[in-house]
């Protein structure tokens, strides 16, 4: 799917961002690998000195280097040349797409995210209580829609022309199994179709075998992928 990566990239935009040649060097105090890394869609020139310069960027932050790479990553062969240089290969994940129909009801998607909706969003997906902060940042550089059920299940949608982007899905642990984030999910189709959306797309680490499972059941088909090289 040509262009997901560059979606991915709006839809969960770092505060921070410097082009090199069309690699874009985000970070965002160190919040999730996706703020946080080189997103390298260009040909910046001389692989080893763009790599080279990426390094000393991450390392004034105080930052590891880290790279998403996908099938889209230039110059080609760039994930060998990482791999050469000792980076690590973490989070393979996948990009999953659909047409979208009707969707379900019966949940409420407000423009902003709540106290509750981060709180519980954050226990499931988050690290740190004091980068949560950075992470509702994140979540807000662009509008989206945020809905929660029976506060204990949430996802947001970000609407993005014909395609819907569904991130942060988190069920809390006690209510997992139950059907929840289904209805989250279809709540958020509902939406983004009557937003004038088509398609959707969702991202999902390939080792989240359940959450694989729901997604297929919806009709959502994998398209792409990617990983981070880290060093």
Known sequence: MDGIYDLVAEAWPAP?????????????????KRANS?????DPGRVDVAIERAERFYA?????AVFSVSDQARPEGLDGTLAERGYARVDPTLAMIKEIGEGGGGVAIDDTPSREWLDLWWSVDGRYPEQLPMAEK??????????????????????QGEWLGIYSMAVAPEARRRGLARRVLRAL????GELGCTRAYLLVVEENAAARVLYASEGFEV?????????
């Open 16 to 32: 921070f961002s410097q082009d090199m040649g069309g690699w874009r060097l985000r970070h965002a105090d160190g919040v999730t």
């Open 138 to 159: 994140i979540l807000t550089g662009v509008p989206a829609g945020y809905a929660m059920l029976d506060g204990v299940a949430v996802g947001r949608g970000v609407v």
């Open 223 to 231: 398209a792409g992928g990617y990983h981070y090289r880290v060093k």
């Open 38 to 42: 080189v997103l390298p869609l260009g």
């Open 60 to 64: 004034e932050l105080g930052l590891p």
């Open 189 to 192: 189709l509902r939406w983004g």
